[in-house]
């Protein structure tokens, strides 16, 4: 089954004075916040690729988007179509780099800091060459 390559959803952002703007994907059962409208936007579709990007790794099913036009509303709040670009996160979580800890002879650590080495290199390329 191909999967989608980008999603619409609704989010209620909601105002109050001196308060970050709260951002809830009702659909989702998630929320995030930001300083500014901006700000908001840009964390709500940070969370809604990263919720989205986690169903879809766990074969879970998407749940339909509810249409913007629904929404029930405060005074305080607006509703906002929010849309996420999947194939560009499925691929920043597939490049993710990850720390490890390497324990090597000291003699070893002592001259490839001498000459310059850098560790991450040499320990993809050492591993890619035993992969592939």
């Not at 994907?25 to 989205?52: N, Q």
């Not at 996160?89 to 780099?97: D, F, L, M, P, T």
């Amino acid at each position: 089954m191909k999967k989608v390559d980008r999603y619409y959803y609704p989010a209620i952002f909601t105002y109050e004075d001196g308060k970050e703007i709260a951002v809830t994907f009702p659909d989702l059962d998630c929320a995030t916040s930001g300083e500014d409208e901006k700000d908001a936007l840009l964390s709500a579709r940070d969370l809604l690729g990263c919720v989205l990007n986690g169903l879809e790794e766990d074969g879970e099913p998407i749940p339909p988007a509810s249409r913007l036009c629904d929404m029930k509303l405060e005074d305080n709040e607006r509703a906002v179509l929010v849309d996420v670009y999947m194939p560009s996160i499925r691929n920043a979580n597939v490049n993710k780099s990850v720390n490890r800890t390497v324990t090597l002879p000291a003699w070893l650590n002592a001259a490839a800091l001498e000459r310059n080495i850098n560790f991450s290199q040499v320990l993809q390329e050492a591993l890619k060459q035993q992969i592939l």
